[in-house]
């Protein structure tokens, strides 16, 4: 077992100090802090800071007139400025002191008109946000505390799938394209570090080391420590990545209402990562079997670019499932081996998955994958002594059957 | 009696139609220095790659250091395959270091031993270069390394001595001799005669798959007596009837004998020849090489042998 280790942590450094994966690595969580940055910069630095007037008519602000801050508010909150009358808020307007004013009609109890006056942009929601927070306090300070508070909050919403599996939580775009970005993450990442398992079993043919490694310990434990060691790089990736989208979200919240609204989808994380190791597997199996056939990394790689296909395939249909995330090519495509991880992924998001198309799918992506395995640890004996020779279908599906190189 | 340190016994293997291997059989002792010889193509390497458990045997018995080979004896083997090669793209050191650890060493151990086998091989300097950076022969004396490293009890090396310059392969003609002192078995394979001669106590000859020849290096070679002549003198010694081949060798004639002519027909022929004269006249002990071609080509050795 130690052998194992001694491989996989071999791999791992192997990979991670290459400075094309450093590059590979960082550069996707780097492109999103940039995103993240650009957006904050452009929300606080763009957005008006000048305070929002109001006048008061109708009576009603006269008893809350301090908001404290609110979540909703930002990092910056608005302040709120009262004035007497309507010209000495329009003065403050056109003097650009203020940047709007509100102004509640005397009758504004009984017909709930509200008026807004700006110049050529209207407050940002943040800022109307806080003039309607004063409002309802106002309005509510004759209410019991407890009925009060919950008035001023409003509702959560969460909507719930029948059956109870699934919830939606307030911004169901949002809940959408979280799974979608890490299914195309997840996409990336697994694909690449399984191109890598592909090159690190043709290189060792390519590098005439496999006799000695075959001389030295079990082909199970080589290809389970490479295995182990690029499951361990693509879950850095993964981690850095998560890290990194983690931070970016508690701090840009902090600035950009929508995100404040992302539910972290716990339930999808541990279905996906019950996929993820049978997929990965299945993924490593094929490109064992590919790197064993093949005499140069390069003829591999166009090999592995065509199996890539056979897993990314659910993003090229990806408008079917969001018209029709329960139709017949999607039951398919979850019940397909190399199809279902990303094929669940994408329509989480969408629609309650039946369950039975769950337990089929994970059934079949295993056994699959356990099928995968074992054979590709016997087109691996026979093909790694083939120097310069590619491995044909015929001797393949020999060894597949028989377990020897004859 | 002596329990051999790795036993091959009748083996046979085909590739599909191809019969790499036939029926080979040798037994390798504690402490000598077993030549497996062989033209191209003649199961050498296949034999070998099934001894060391690469290759399922179809039929025929292993033994190697006491039994069937398992993961434990994996570590007690050193093996510097004919394909041989490194991680051109890995510095020279952790190359090193990875491939000791997959032999059983720790760390600190390998750490302990490396600098010393660097410096012996001249590579100390060139330890953090990448491999590919490294000469053909800098190459091959780092495998060398990574092949003793872990101070195997049975060494076996296909064509120890290729890409190696003359002062390389008399340090590592030392280095084996080194290893077989210090009571570790080797199994060499090789076309290199003369090295065979230098260092090998017993060998075998593997030609079409099966073992044509097995012994002792002395004992083959006096079973072969008789089948060349050296000869002094001064006339024309070629185109003598019953001899192969005659080529002057420091100013001898070396004559080597077709099957069924005797040194005496030989000599009855010269005699008779004019413009021959003889000074010195005896009976070679044939090469290695002679012995080599001789089998292969299908010769026997002489029936007074």
Same mark, same amino acid.
């Given at each position: 077992m130690r052998k194992l280790w001694v491989v996989a942590k071999h791999e791992f450094l192997k990979i991670t100090r290459k400075r094309s994966f450093l590059l590979g690595t960082l550069a996707m969580p780097l492109f999103f802090v940039a995103i993240m940055v650009l957006v904050v910069v452009v929300l606080v &630095?763009?957005?008006?800071?000048r305070p929002i007037g109001y006048v008061d008519q109708a009576g009603v602000?006269?008893? &809350?007139?301090a908001l404290p801050p609110d979540e909703g508010d930002g990092p910056n909150p608005v302040e709120l400025q009262a004035f007497t009358d309507e010209a000495q808020a329009r003065a403050a307007l056109e003097a650009q002191e203020i940047q709007a004013y509100y102004v509640l009609p005397a009758d504004y109890l009984t017909s709930r008109d509200v008026q807004l006056f700006y110049w050529e942009k209207a407050p940002p929601n943040s800022a109307q946000r806080r003039f309607n927070n004063l409002l309802r306090a106002n309005l509510s300070t004759s209410l019991p505390v407890e009925v009060a508070e919950r008035a001023q909050k409003g509702v959560e919403l969460t909507a719930r799938s029948a059956d109870g599996r699934q919830e939606v939580g307030g911004d169901s775009i949002i809940n959408i394209f979280v799974p979608f970005f890490i299914g195309l993450f997840f996409s990336i990442v697994v694909l690449s570090s399984g191109s890598y398992l592909m090159e690190a079993v043709s290189d060792e043919k390519e590098n005439r080391t496999i006799e000695v490694m075959a001389t030295s310990m079990t082909p199970g434990q080589l290809i389970g420590g490479k295995a182990i060691g690029l499951m361990a790089v693509a879950l850095a990736q993964i981690g850095i990545l998560a890290v990194t989208i983690a931070i970016s979200l508690i701090v840009g919240a902090q600035f950009i209402e929508?995100?404040?609204?992302?539910?972290?989808?716990w339930s999808m994380f541990l279905t996906l990562a019950l996929f993820f190791l049978p997929t990965y597997a299945l993924i490593a199996g094929m490109m064992i079997g590919v790197g064993s056939m093949v005499t140069e990394t390069r003829q591999g790689q166009q090999i592995a670019g065509a199996i890539s296909m056979l897993f990314t395939l659910p993003f090229f249909v990806v408008v079917v499932f969001f018209s029709a995330p329960n139709s017949p090519l999607a039951t398919i495509l979850t019940l397909f081996p190399t199809t279902s991880f990303l094929t669940v992924t994408l329509r989480w998001g969408m629609t309650t998955i039946p369950l039975w198309e769950m337990i089929a799918g994970w059934v079949l992506v295993t056994a699959s994958a356990v099928f995968m395995v074992w054979a590709a640890s016997r087109i691996f004996r026979l093909g790694m002594l083939r120097y310069g020779q590619r491995l044909d279908l015929k001797s393949m599906l020999r060894a597949v059957r028989t377990g020897t190189e004859g | 009696m002596t329990t051999p340190t790795a036993m091959v016994s009748h083996l046979s293997k085909s590739f599909g139609a191809v019969r790499a291997v036939e029926d080979v059989s040798f037994e390798v002792y504690p402490g000598e220095i077993f030549g497996l010889l062989g033209p191209n193509g003649a199961g050498k390497t296949t034999s070998i790659r099934m001894m060391l458990d690469i290759f399922t045997p179809d039929r025929g018995e292993i033994s190697v250091l006491g039994g069937k080979m398992d993961e434990a004896k994996k570590n007690r083997i050193g093996y510097l395959p004919e394909e041989r090669g490194l991680?051109?793209?890995?510095?020279?050191e952790p190359t090193l270091i990875f491939m000791a650890r997959l032999k059983g060493l720790s760390d600190a151990e390998v750490k302990r031993r490396l600098p010393d086998w660097l410096k012996r091989l001249d590579l100390y300097d060139h330890r953090h270069k990448k491999i590919q950076e490294l000469s053909k022969g800098m190459q091959q004396k780092a495998q060398v390394i990574a092949t003793l490293l872990h101070e195997p009890d049975l060494v076996v090396i296909d064509e120890?001595?290729?890409?190696?310059?003359p002062v390389n392969t008399r340090l590592v003609e030392v280095i084996i001799r080194e290893q077989q002192a210090a009571g570790k078995t080797i199994i060499m394979s090789t076309h290199q005669m003369h090295q065979v001669e230098a260092l090998c106590n017993r060998i075998a000859l593997i030609n079409k798959g099966n073992t044509v020849l097995y012994g002792e290096v002395d004992q083959i070679k006096r079973n072969f007596a008789g089948n060349a002549v050296t000869i002094t003198g001064q006339g024309d010694f070629l185109?003598?009837?019953?001899?192969?081949e005659a080529r002057q060798v420091n100013g001898d004639w070396h004559l080597s004998l077709a099957s069924g002519a005797s040194p005496q027909d030989v000599l009855r022929t010269l005699t008779a020849r004019d413009g021959i004269k003889i000074e010195r006249f005896e009976i070679a002990e044939p090469s290695l090489d002679d012995i080599f071609i001789w089998t292969v080509q299908g010769r026997q050795e002489p029936d007074h042998a």
């Open positions: &630095v763009g957005e008006d800071q602000l006269a008893t &809350v007139t929508a995100l404040r609204a992302i539910h972290i989808p | 991680y051109k793209d890995l510095k020279l120890a001595f290729s890409g190696l310059d185109n003598v009837p019953g001899v192969l």
